[in-house]
């Protein structure tokens, strides 16, 4: 079963240009999220997908935006780049289901390699 | 806002020895656990899953527990190897609605001697 696949894995950007990533989760998979991991912030959540839809958002600017297409596959965006927007840029995949409460709830998470950005 | 917390930030300890490593976060509301390990530059592998129903899971050497009430998860790790060497991450799912998010804590650096 192949897994979350994440490309592209490394690249190279210029201040105010724009990039956009892409994730394919695992088949069968609907909900895909986003992270962003910096030597000085950490893992932080940027946002969550399931069919089609952003469920929920982290606290980044409006520069970070994402969509997720009918087959699951996800991309995000990071437009007017900035140096501190080097990273490494992870996705993950997972089921979602009923939970006791009856809410869609956000299963165990696997995740990509990982797409290494560097902003010069 | 959910804070999660690693202790320690990191650990040397020599093959054959069992481990605990610990996480605490600040929102006992969560609905779920997870723990990873991960390798230098390299994404997050899922070790273990623990719904908010739940007390403890096992796989192999490794158990998690999780005691919502006192805002705590422990990673027991048994006989310890050098290939357990990696970062050890928790996080957690919390918030309400549209607000909810996944918090990771700093990590537990792991370092198993030969």
């Known amino acids: 079963k192949a897994g979350v696949t994440q490309t592209p894995r490394y690249l190279i950007k210029t201040r105010g240009q724009q990039v956009t990533l892409s994730c394919s989760p695992i088949?069968?998979?609907?909900?895909v999220s986003w992270y962003q991991q910096t030597p000085g912030q950490g893992l932080q959540f940027l946002f969550e997908?399931?069919?089609?839809?952003?469920?929920n958002k982290g606290n980044f600017p409006g520069r970070f935006s994402g969509r997720q297409f009918s087959n699951s596959r996800s991309e995000m965006n990071v437009s007017t780049l900035e140096l501190g927007d080097s990273a490494l840029y992870l996705c993950?995949?997972?089921?979602?289901?009923?939970?006791?409460?009856?809410?869609?709830?956000?299963?165990?998470?696997?995740f990509g390699e990982g797409s290494r950005l560097t902003v010069l | 806002k959910q804070e999660v917390t690693q202790i320690p930030a990191a650990l040397s300890v020599p093959e054959g020895e069992n481990l605990v490593l610990n996480c605490s976060f600040t929102?006992?509301?969560?609905?779920?656990l997870q723990w990873f390990r991960q390798d230098p530059g390299k994404g997050l592998t899922s070790l273990l899953l623990?719904?908010?129903?739940?007390r403890e899971q096992t796989s192999g050497r490794l158990n998690a527990s999780l005691d919502k009430s006192s805002g705590r998860s422990t990673l027991y790790i048994a006989a310890s190897q050098p290939g357990d060497s990696a970062t050890y991450l928790c996080?957690?799912?919390?918030?309400?609605?549209?607000?909810?998010?996944?918090?990771f804590g700093s990590g537990t650096q792991l370092t198993v001697l030969p």
């Open positions: 993950a995949s997972s089921l979602v289901y009923q939970n006791g409460s009856g809410r869609a709830s956000t299963g165990e998470l696997f």
């Open positions: 088949s069968g998979h609907r909900s």
């Open positions: 997908y399931f069919s089609e839809t952003q469920r």
């Open positions: 929102d006992s509301a969560i609905y779920n």
């Open positions: 623990i719904q908010s129903s739940q």
């Open positions: 996080a957690s799912w919390g918030g309400a609605g549209s607000a909810r998010q996944l918090t």
